[in-house]
């Protein structure tokens, strides 16, 4: 028995450091805590609404989906209310609440449990379940819906749907200073640039976001920017505002560092957040939505089991390592 080789397992679900799955969630939870009460006080209850719907309705929907698959819970450890706060952060503030209720279902069961559960999806599972509406429904779920009906210290106009529609001429609209305070119209939660660049700094710094993703995935969004901008495509004019309006500083420091999707070696994560950076640029110049953040990442969570190939850690199992 002694000479019994030990099964090889998948890396993901299995950690190498003291602190705990649920501490992380928890972190992010407070890290995204600021650019929330922003959204709240230019939204007001709006705001408040749309964030608790979405925590509630993950929680429920992810109770609901576990018992269905007989699995122990996992809410305790506050994924699937970090898969809320993330969700309902990426809608506008209108937005009806049986959308959101609708997204939480799909996020939660075709990107958590249809795989297994928390830590087991190769896919994003808040990505997924905006993408889902997004199609389904996208005059609802664009980040401009109602926002004619809100009286907002700031233009009312969406900065990305603005550059598509205006082009360069839109740039004088919102200025950078308004954009960093979170002065523009969209969606609850991405539009407070300097609250999400400090909280993902503080992440970096703490270590539970790994800097090399939202280096490469702003960086390639800016140098894909200005290249357009150099070939003459006026909508790619001027890379600092891309980088401060839409999905851009969520997706780069806390979707794209997900713990499930995300690779595990430092060179691919280079190529995850190079790859996802240059793919935002393209779906916002080319698509049919004002912002496709969301499936740029889709599309480079698919591509990650092949980059990562070959990348995982090696070696036996080290003493400490516990199940999270």
């Given at each position: 028995m002694k000479n019994t080789p030990l099964l090889t397992v998948s890396f993901r679900p299995f950690r190498y450091s003291r602190v705990l799955y649920t501490h992380v969630n928890y972190l992010f939870m407070l890290l995204l805590l600021p650019a929330v009460v922003q959204g709240a006080l230019l939204f007001g209850l709006y705001a408040v609404r749309i964030i608790s719907a979405s925590i509630a309705a993950c929680m429920l929907w992810d109770i609901l989906f576990e018992k269905m698959f007989r699995r122990g819970t996992r809410l305790y450890d506050g994924s699937a209310a970090l898969a809320g706060m993330l969700l309902g952060m990426l809608f506008p503030p209108l937005a009806p609440w049986w959308i959101v209720v609708f997204a939480a279902g799909a996020a939660m069961f075709l990107g958590r449990q249809l795989f297994g559960g928390a830590g087991n999806s190769p896919f994003n599972a808040v990505c997924i379940g905006w993408a889902v509406v997004m199609v389904s429904w996208p005059g609802i779920v664009d980040p401009t819906y109602g926002s004619v009906g809100l009286n907002l210290p700031c233009s009312i106009e969406y900065p990305l749907s603005e550059l598509r529609r205006l082009g360069a001429a839109a740039l004088p609209h919102f200025p950078v200073s308004a954009l960093l305070m979170g002065k523009q119209a969209g969606c609850v939660g991405t539009g407070a640039s300097l609250s999400l660049l400090i909280g993902g700094s503080i992440g970096m710094a703490l270590g539970v976001i790994p800097w090399v993703i939202p280096v490469s995935f702003l960086g390639a969004m800016a140098f894909t920017a200005a290249a357009f901008s150099i070939a003459g495509q006026s909508m790619a004019i001027l890379p600092l505002f891309y980088l401060l309006t839409g999905f851009s500083l969520i997706g780069a420091f806390?979707?794209?560092?997900?713990?499930?999707?995300?690779?595990?070696?430092?060179?691919?994560?280079?190529?995850?957040?190079?790859?996802?950076?240059?793919?935002?640029?393209?779906?916002?110049?080319?698509?049919?939505?004002?912002?496709?953040?969301?499936?740029?990442?889709?599309?480079?969570?698919?591509?990650?089991?092949?980059?990562?190939?070959?990348?995982?850690?090696?070696?036996?199992?080290?003493?400490?390592?516990?199940?999270?």
């Open positions: 806390f979707l794209a560092a997900d713990f499930s999707s995300r690779p595990v070696s430092f060179r691919i994560m280079i190529w995850y957040g190079t790859l996802s950076g240059v793919l935002t640029v393209l779906f916002r110049m080319w698509s049919g939505f004002p912002e496709g953040l969301p499936f740029a990442l889709l599309i480079a969570n698919m591509a990650v089991p092949m980059l990562d190939r070959g990348g995982a850690p090696k070696g036996p199992p080290v003493a400490g390592v516990r199940r999270i």
